[in-house]
């Protein structure tokens, strides 16, 4: 009885090792892993190896005695064929070598990795994964079933493709898949919207929530997966909070915690970002209407949202920093909205002064883009009709002037004081040696700078100190 009982313990144990295995036929390994576990000595002579499929054929032999002894046929070797037999070829000396098996989850095309464009052909389309396949091969294509047919006429999404297909081809639909995310990832994502996301903000408690919650997006190295997330949560809540001066404020803190984590690629979601950036860098309306219309609630109403819109830039600035060879084209595309929004002459303050913030982050050369531009855009913005270096000042001084009639006399200065802070970039484009610093400004330069940048702006640059080393930087190179 204890013989059965340890023949059926060691079998039970060889089972569980071929159960997880993932198979069906128990082998000579899986009895040796279960004697190690007993800690008994394992059986020798039996491996798992090109024999193990084939069945052990036992010999019987009656004794003398009339016992039975069973025992193994072996192959009987003939010595002279033994002796006679080339030598194998001798073996290669090891080496190592290293090669990227997968930069950032794409795998390079080099020798050591496998084709993908062969790997993808010499598979069937429903083992590819597309959602629609459309084949011109006939060695490759497979057909339709009923089932499938009638499956893709009654869903919505599949008919939509399957209206891009030519007549003849076969297709084949397969389902999307469902991106799964753990409890804990679920549990930390709403915390961390939660918290962002909170109303009252006001005491010290929602304010360590906030900060601890940011500094986690900032250093946490396993947020890899919630990164689509956080970025359709960043567009949903700019999109439907543009009145919510402080709830875009803690949202843009959040594109900049995530930008600022070095344990996240952030590349392939920088084009998904700089919607929302340039949405609050050039938006209508911010943080909806001033509470009264007293001169203190609008000047501090417009000081809140000029400040969001300076985040907002220096955000655009560091993307554009950072970013600079993932998207060689980010910086143009940037380039090409501003400049777009910079000649509708129909905007409002906010998007001008959101414009004029994102131009004074580029470099030099796509400031001149806009420079060729500024007589035209101040003429008009500023409705510089009839407006001379003579009477300039008495036209800003008067209220019923009509040079203000879409601007206020405040909102005039900020975009002027914009405008020269973004041709200040180009004082970098002199040399070193430039000797002009302490020169008087002529006649020529102010008739070629007000030519060039109009007359308010061009009166504001002529009382700088730095005035003549402006005008150079501005005619520099021509």
């Not at 997968?102 to 020798?111: F, K, R, S």
């Not at 002459?345 to 030099?364: A, D, M, Q």
């Not at 109009?454 to 504001?460: A, K, Q």
Request: charged share 25%.
């Amino acid at each position: 009885m204890d013989v059965e009982y340890r023949i059926l313990e060691i079998i039970e144990q060889a089972v569980k090792f071929k159960r997880h295995s993932k198979r069906d036929v128990l082998t000579t390994d899986d009895v040796s892993k279960a004697l190690r576990v007993l800690n008994v000595e394992p059986l020798y002579g039996y491996y798992d190896g090109s024999e193990v499929n084939k069945a052990v054929s036992f010999s019987k032999v009656n004794t003398s005695g009339g016992q039975s002894v069973y025992y193994l046929d072996e192959e009987e070797v003939d010595f002279d064929r033994l002796i006679n037999e080339p030598l194998p070829q001798v073996p290669r000396l090891p080496t190592f070598t290293t090669h990227w098996l997968a930069v950032e989850g794409v795998q390079p095309a080099i020798i050591q990795n496998p084709n993908l464009n062969d790997i993808r052909v010499s598979q069937p389309p429903f083992i590819r994964g597309a959602i629609v396949t459309a084949l011109n091969d006939n060695s490759l294509q497979t057909p339709v079933t009923s089932t499938t047919a009638s499956a893709s006429v009654t869903d919505t999404g599949a008919s939509q493709h399957l209206s891009n297909v030519k007549p003849g081809q076969n297709t084949e639909v397969k389902p999307l898949v469902k991106h799964v995310l753990s409890k804990e990832l679920q549990i930390y994502f709403n915390k961390v919207i939660s918290t962002l996301t909170a109303k009252s903000q006001a005491d010290e408690a929602a304010q360590h929530m906030k900060q601890a919650a940011l500094t986690s997006l900032r250093t946490d190295s396993g947020l890899h997966q919630l990164v689509p997330y956080f970025i359709q949560f960043i567009a949903e809540q700019i999109t439907q909070n543009l009145s919510d001066l402080q709830l875009l404020t803690t949202i843009l803190e959040m594109i900049y915690s995530l930008l600022s984590n070095t344990s996240i690629f952030l590349d392939p979601y920088i084009h998904s970002l700089m919607p929302s950036i340039l949405t609050l860098l050039l938006a209508k309306k911010l943080g909806g209407s001033p509470k009264d219309d007293s001169p203190q609630e609008i000047h501090e109403f417009l000081e809140r949202t000029n400040a969001l819109r300076d985040f907002a830039a220096s955000l655009l600035d560091y993307v554009l920093k950072k970013f600079p060879q993932a998207y060689k084209s980010l910086k143009p595309r940037v380039t090409r909205t501003l400049l777009k929004t910079f000649l509708d002459i129909n905007r409002v303050f906010g998007t001008y002064y959101g414009c004029l913030k994102g131009v004074s982050v580029l470099e030099g050369e796509s400031i001149r883009f806009f420079l060729g531009n500024l007589n035209n855009w101040a003429r008009l913005v500023f409705n510089e009709s009839g407006i001379t270096l003579d009477n300039i000042e008495e036209h800003l001084n008067d209220d019923s002037n009509p040079t203000r009639t879409k601007f206020t006399k405040e909102e005039t200065q900020i975009l002027v004081d914009t405008v020269i802070s973004a041709l200040l970039v180009l004082k970098k484009d002199l040399p070193d040696l430039y000797e002009g610093k302490g020169e008087k400004v002529t006649d020529e330069d102010k008739e070629k700078l007000l030519e060039r940048c109009g007359v308010i702006i061009g009166f504001h640059i002529l009382k700088r100190d730095d005035a003549k080393e402006l005008i150079s930087a501005i005619f520099f190179g021509e």
